[in-house]
């Protein structure tokens, strides 16, 4: 089982923790784990050539290449960041930016349909739910087969701060979700609401003729 880890912050707190518990738990070797920070790229400057020309067109394509790399080739997507002002960290949110080439409207990657996501956040109090729901709601968008969120309040400022009963709660979460993905890896399918989305731009996809990078892109995947 081959994972990738996209964290939203370098530095390693709970969210951080958090996610290295639950890869612990997973049926994948050391070797199969990739991960990586966000920090470093640049800010998307919306000049739609990822969406008109084709990703390579876009000029932060060698900042994020090989996190998209590996994004595409593993069986499981984790993403985490936590909490900042009921959001996830402006530096995802730019990573994110980059990746609206790969939403089901535009050029949505074929394999994407079998993998599973995680989200993960933290909070000292609240926001942790909405931040792994726009997290989920981005994989959807990736056209992500079967999406898991673990969002924890830890009512702490750091990992090391943080409650002994919270984190047994945290670590029979993570096990919990770790024994599902790993029962689960290979047998993903799409869910009726990514099938009806998918369909609802299939339809849109034959009739329009202003992006033929996409729709030559959907025909080649002889989706329409």
């Keep these: 089982m081959k994972v990738v880890a996209l964290h939203g912050q370098k530095h390693k707190g709970s969210t951080y923790h958090i996610s290295k518990m639950l890869i612990d738990k997973l049926d994948c070797a050391k070797e199969e784990v990739k991960e990586y920070y966000v920090n ?5 400057i919306g000049c739609f050539q990822c969406i008109i020309k084709g990703e390579d ?50 050029r949505p990657h074929p394999s994407m349909k079998r993998k599973i996501g995680v989200a993960i956040s933290t909070t000292a109090g609240m926001g942790a739910k909405k ?20 969002p924890v309040a830890v009512a702490a400022m750091s990992w090391n701060t943080v409650s002994d009963n919270i984190k047994t709660k945290v670590e029979k979460k993570t096990t919990k979700v770790a024994r599902e993905i790993n029962r689960k890896s290979g047998h993903i399918k799409p869910g009726i609401r990514t ?18 990078v996409d729709k030559n892109y959907w025909k080649d995947q002889g989706w329409i």
């Design 131 to 150: 931040v792994t729901k726009l997290i989920a709601s981005q994989m959807f968008w990736w056209s992500v087969g079967k999406i898991y969120r673990i």
């Design 40 to 44: 470093d790229i640049s800010d998307c």
């Design 195 to 212: 099938k009806f989305v998918f369909n609802i731009i299939k339809n849109m996809h034959k009739g329009q003729d202003y992006n033929l």
């Design 57 to 106: 067109n876009c000029p932060h394509r060698s900042q994020t290449d090989d996190i998209i790399q590996a994004i595409e080739e593993a069986d499981v997507i984790l993403i985490d960041s936590p909490n900042y002002v009921m959001n996830m960290s402006g530096q995802l949110k730019t990573f994110f930016d980059h990746m609206g080439y790969r939403w089901m409207p535009h």
